[in-house]
């Protein structure tokens, strides 16, 4: 079976240029290689189906698209903070529009204000410094890189440094004059079968087309109708499918000759959310393909034009597609190790991304800002159409780079310290693990304000085959695994020689929560009981940890439900199973995971070959649970569950590679 369906098959990784397999909305940038081998492990899918979700849901998740239909509407659950039970029904993208609306509200507040004064040295907050982009206006290729990259001097933490800086550049606009083609004669619904648009390099192309048309719609049998085009690029040159002005619900996907994917771009036919192109830099150049589909299809082979999965939606379309050396600024600025980078960038560029100083790509965006999910304390910025936080791994230069677009930009740079180095005081960061069934505002996590009282974690212990004598024990395994989650292994495996971070025990401690530096996860309650659709969710993401006062919520009708559905637990228990130690070992995961949200660190992919504690909801809850191969829970393979580095969940907004260990490492940093 061919690789593109990759909920069944694994597929082969891709050459050198596009290594770090299929990423959402633009591929990483050609410099990105210096990263690749820490990639490819992380490329390959399951071989089997996991999971509730059918091949078809699977593989459109790991391609970045979501599955419920776009309505402009943020319902339901924030899918960003939430570990939720499936994704079936979760309109991101509205979700993004939602979190953009409220982020740009957020950077105008005077809290923000407060926030960056508080963090900055000295407790006083600086006006930003000034930098102008050296690169003449209308060229492109002066500073494209890490290495040709233009230096901020002056921007940084530590005496005559300015920790703030104002970036300002324009993108040149290079693309070539587009020609006009007829609409390509059917079948193209294969590779073998791609209409070629005679682009041999700089050159671009505007096609129309229609979905429904091929023998394969619904008006021949029924499995669906694709479009496939066929260009070649040259090397260092940007490929662009954009299916703008479309009104079908549809996506545009950028592959190699072998059908792997290499970018999708993506259109739901609304004002609301604009299409956003497909993008990728070919190091190497050669020939690529581009499909276009229903967004709610899926052709399981690219070989095959009668081989989807059934007829999607479909209607007109209009393709730009075109190939050039696209201009993208890099700006060099310098962090120490554990430094907190947050940038923001507005204007005609809408892509923003950070590189390590070896040229390691590390993380980016593009059109999408979720600063509204940091707490009122945290001083990084936000409001833009692009905005990203990084933790450094290391003292050097980085590079913040804009891209995609043309015309001027400017860029807000921001580095502060971690949080808790700020403190005025030196106390510790301590959770307290509330098992007692608290009280609790559902509207801090996004549901309806008002006062809820939760059921304890012993109501559910029947549901598990536990007794009530057995909570004791499960409260402590429960503890120990966040503590060896978040404080041991943050310690002896995290880059941050200072951690401190104490577990409290719920059922021996007294509820402190309300001093200083103390959070709470209350682990009980349920869907119903709150209002809120979720297994667990946070406060707030907090990179950085600038508020150590926060909440989070785990709830366990789901965990506690009949056996069946994947995010059960009963459905990895068996008659031999050391009940205790894994429904301890499974719960304490989950509250380290949203723990993990509270310092700072956002989904990880849930269906690659890396398992990590930040892996996303909605399948492989398994490797999260720490079944280990055998997916049966208390035995004696089951695995420990760690933070670890891990590609960003595909289908949420950033692209490129979390190191969530290092997140929590300078989180959870220790009084300076």
Not at 114 to 120: N, P
Not at 498 to 515: E, V
Not at 584 to 609: F, M, S
Request: charge should be negative; charged fraction near 20%; proline fraction near 6%.
């Amino acid at each position: 079976m061919h690789a593109r369906t990759r909920a069944v098959a694994s597929f082969a990784c891709l050459a050198l240029a596009g290594l770090l397999g299929t990423l959402p909305v633009h591929a990483v940038p050609a410099q990105a290689a210096a990263g690749a081998a820490q990639a490819a492990a992380g490329a390959a899918r399951h071989t089997t189906p996991v999971g509730d979700l059918t091949p078809t849901e699977q593989a459109r998740l790991a391609a970045g698209l979501q599955l419920a239909p776009f309505t402009g509407r943020a319902t339901g659950t924030d899918p960003f903070r939430g570990f939720l039970s499936t994704l079936r029904g979760v309109d991101i993208a509205s979700w993004r529009l939602a979190a953009q609306r409220e982020g740009r509200l957020r950077a105008r507040s005077a809290a923000l204000r407060a926030a960056q004064a508080a963090a900055s040295p000295g407790g006083r907050q600086q006006s930003p410094m000034t930098y102008a982009e050296s690169e003449p206006a209308g060229t492109a290729g002066w500073n494209d890189s890490v290495a040709s990259g233009e230096h901020v001097d002056g921007f940084g933490l530590g005496a005559g440094r300015n920790n703030r800086v104002t970036i300002s550049g324009t993108l040149a606009d290079t693309r070539p004059p587009e020609r006009t083609l007829l609409r390509a004669r059917e079948d193209n619904g294969s590779i073998p079968l791609a209409f070629d648009t005679g682009i041999a390099g700089n050159g671009a192309v505007r096609i129309p087309g229609r979905i429904g048309d091929g023998p394969h719609a619904s008006t021949g049998d029924g499995r669906g109708d694709f479009d496939w085009y066929k260009l070649v690029a040259k090397p260092g040159e940007t490929i662009v499918a954009d299916l703008r002005g479309t009104r079908v619900p549809s996506f545009a996907m950028i592959t190699d000759p072998k059908g792997n994917e290499l970018a999708v771009g993506l259109t739901f036919g609304s004002e609301a959310f604009p299409a956003t192109p497909a993008r990728y830099q070919s190091a190497e150049g050669g020939t690529y393909y581009v499909l276009i589909e229903g967004m709610s299809s899926w052709q399981n082979d690219p070989f095959d034009s009668g081989s989807g999965s059934g007829v999607g939606e479909e209607g007109q379309y209009v393709l730009t597609l075109g190939s050039w050396v696209a201009d993208r600024d890099a700006y060099l600025v310098r962090l120490g190790k554990g430094d907190v980078l947050g940038a923001t960038m507005s204007g005609s560029a809408h892509t923003l991304e950070v590189q390590k100083p070896d040229g390691t790509f590390v993380t980016g965006t593009t059109d999408s800002d979720l600063s509204s999910s940091y707490p009122p304390t945290s001083p990084l910025p936000g409001g833009g159409n692009a905005t990203i936080a990084y933790v450094a791994e290391a003292t050097g230069w980085y590079a913040v780079s804009a891209e995609n677009g043309s015309g001027p930009y400017s860029i807000a740079v921001d580095a502060y310290r971690p949080g808790p180095e700020s403190d005025p005081a030196p106390r510790v960061q301590t959770v307290y693990l509330d098992f007692d069934g608290a009280t609790v505002d559902p509207g801090i996590f996004g549901g309806t304000p008002g006062s809820v009282k939760v059921s304890p974690l012993s109501a559910f212990l029947t549901k598990w085959g536990l007794t009530a004598a057995d909570l004791p024990a499960l409260t402590d395994r429960i503890t120990a695994t966040v503590t060896e989650n978040l404080a041991t292994d943050v310690k002896t495996r995290g880059n941050n020689p200072a951690t401190a971070l104490t577990i409290l025990n719920g059922l021996k401690a007294s509820d402190i929560f309300g001093q200083p530096n103390v959070a709470k996860v209350v682990v009980g309650g349920t869907v119903k009981q709150t209002g809120i659709d979720t297994i667990g969710i946070a406060q707030f993401i907090d990179p950085g940890n600038y508020s150590q006062e926060d909440q989070a919520l785990i709830l366990l009708d789901y965990l506690s439900a009949a056996a069946g559905p994947d995010s059960s637990l009963n459905t990895y228990l068996r008659p031999t199973s050391n009940r205790i130690a894994f429904v301890g070992a499974a719960l304490g995961n989950v509250v380290a995971h949203e723990i993990g949200h509270l310092v700072g660190n956002y989904h990880t992919d849930n269906a690659d070959t890396v398992t990590s504690l930040m892996d996303a909801g909605g399948e492989g809850f398994w490797r999260l649970f720490g079944t280990g191969r055998d997916k049966i829970g208390g035995t004696a393979d089951d695995s420990d569950t760690d933070l670890t580095t891990d590609r960003f969940m595909p289908s949420e907004p950033f692209i490129g590679w979390e190191n969530t260990l290092n997140v929590a490492a300078w989180g959870f940093s220790a009084h300076r």
